[in-house]
């Protein structure tokens, strides 16, 4: 069984369109996370949640929502998609929030998106 | 923040040991060395941690220096499935730390 999973794998769309990545743990833990690769292969923090509440909310554009329906989801929905949104996102879940020293992150497979 | 720093890239011959430095000068006296590594098209998975003693688990061990202001990640004998990007990152119960991954150290296993 996945522990982290992520849906869609691949996404290609239309610049200005909207889409939603959505993602799932299994491991019982109370902390997930939304994870940004560049074509640099850059791994940036955007977003992580706590018990469903919102505790990181790095420098993203409002154009991004996350959305955490109970502990074990956590999605991302991408308003009005620009050619810059292209990229790896990552979905990750840990015990404890990532402040937590020994804290283990355990990652999703990720979500290519394309924006044409 | 305290921050790490890797060579870009290292190569290594298949079935030999393959030691991995980070150096993190800056550590503090809470901070514990993460490593993860990240396989191509995959997303990052831990691999070892640790806090001061020396550590080793199924994938690796972790040698801290005696100061922490270094330290290497050690696999006994690479594979070609140990190829990936290998990341060493610091992690504190205090300040507003963030898990932050650089650009790591890209492994590169030759057969």
């Known amino acids: 069984d996945t522990a982290v999973s992520q849906t869609p794998k691949y996404l290609v769309t239309q610049m200005g369109n909207d889409k939603s990545i959505k993602c799932e743990q299994n491991?019982?833990?109370?902390?997930m996370y939304w994870y940004k690769q560049d074509s640099k292969k850059f791994l940036k923090i955007m977003f992580s949640y706590n018990n469903k509440e919102l505790i990181i909310n790095e420098t993203v554009p409002n154009r991004f929502s996350p959305k955490s329906p109970d502990k074990a989801h956590l999605n991302l929905h991408i308003n009005s998609l620009e050619l810059g949104d292209s990229a790896v996102y990552f979905c990750a879940s840990s015990q404890r929030p990532w402040t937590a020293a020994g804290n283990t992150i355990y990652f999703g497979e990720g979500s290519w998106l394309t924006v044409v | 923040d305290a921050k790490t720093t890797q060579p870009n890239s290292m190569e290594s011959n298949e079935e030999e040991p393959v030691h991995l430095p980070c150096n993190h000068s800056t550590i503090s006296g809470t901070d514990y060395i993460h490593w993860y590594r990240q396989l191509p098209s995959q997303g990052p998975e831990y691999v070892i941690h640790g806090l001061t003693s020396n550590v080793n688990n199924r994938m690796a061990s972790l040698a801290i220096a005696e100061d922490r202001k270094s330290s290497t990640l050690i696999l006994h004998r690479a594979t070609l499935r140990d190829a990936a990007v290998y990341y060493c990152?610091?992690?504190?119960?205090?300040?507003?730390?963030?898990?932050?991954f650089g650009t790591g150290t890209r492994l590169t296993i030759i057969p």
């Open positions: 491991l019982g833990h109370d902390t």
């Open positions: 990152i610091l992690t504190s119960n205090f300040g507003n730390e963030k898990l932050t």
